[in-house]
């Protein structure tokens, strides 16, 4: 989870992701997270413009290295927590909304459509999504 506060920072971030996985061949976005952590994580007072403005940095430098980025939230998020027309004509969008069928009302690359999936060879629940490519 990005907890940036500044265009460098969420740079820095992006520069640290990057040592993580060059050479690893990925191939999938690189995605952006920021979420409301608690009450005092270091990020929540930032405005929707300004949490844009950090996602479309970070965005931006994982793009400039040659990978998809993309942003992750649920509806709530991307209506009231990060200005969403600053970021969706250049980045893709990894919805959270756990329900049988997505009802966003904007376009998405991703749909995390539950937390409670079961997959062998792991204990306990994980995330279940689908991607549909760029």
Known sequence: FSQAITTDEAVEEADYVLSLIDGKGVTMPVVYDMEILDEDA?????????????????????????YTPMVYGNTAYYMSK????????????????????????YSFSMWQYTASGTVDGIDGQVDLNLYFGE
């Not at 990060?82 to 009302?105: M, R």
């Open 82 to 105: 990060i200005d969403y027309e600053k970021i969706v004509s250049d980045y893709g969008i990894w919805l959270a909304q756990y329900y049988k069928k997505p009802f966003f009302p």
């Open 42 to 66: 270091r990020a929540n007072d930032l405005t929707s413009s300004q949490r844009a403005e950090v996602a479309a940095a970070f965005c931006g430098r994982i793009k400039e290295a040659g």
